[in-house]
């Protein structure tokens, strides 16, 4: 399995975590930034989802980011120059 496809299938068995990250990138333009790192925020959703929610047994795997980031820029038309890209390395 490619890491394209541990992504779908992650993204798909966890959609909060999308949602989570979406909101947070809203957050973040509100206060007046027109780029930010997705590095960080998946930080956050750790946060969030093991610390504030409790969810001991949370895991995203950091192959995730960039996947997460190109996701949000291509669904979301107000944040398609929110992120800067690099080629990502295959597997």
Same mark, same amino acid.
């Given at each position: 399995? $490619?890491? /394209?496809?541990?992504?779908? @299938?992650?993204? /798909?068995?966890? +959609?909060? !975590? =999308?949602? =989570?990250?979406?909101?947070?990138?809203?957050? !973040?333009?509100?206060?007046?930034? $027109?780029?930010?790192? *997705?590095?960080?925020?998946?930080?956050? !959703?750790?946060?969030?989802?093991? *610390?504030?929610?409790?969810?001991?047994?949370? @895991? *995203? /795997?950091?192959?995730? @980011? +960039?996947? =997460?980031?190109?996701? *949000?820029? $291509?669904?979301?038309?107000?944040?398609?120059?929110?992120? $800067?890209?690099?080629?990502?390395?295959?597997?």
């Amino acid at each position: 399995m $490619t890491k /394209q496809d541990q992504f779908t @299938k992650y993204d /798909q068995e966890h +959609p909060e !975590v =999308y949602r =989570y990250l979406l909101t947070l990138c809203r957050n !973040v333009k509100e206060r007046g930034f $027109t780029r930010y790192a *997705i590095s960080p925020l998946v930080e956050l !959703v750790r946060w969030h989802f093991r *610390i504030e929610r409790g969810e001991n047994e949370f @895991k *995203i /795997q950091n192959d995730f @980011k +960039p996947w =997460y980031a190109r996701k *949000i820029a $291509t669904e979301n038309p107000e944040f398609s120059d929110f992120f $800067t890209f690099r080629p990502i390395r295959s597997n």
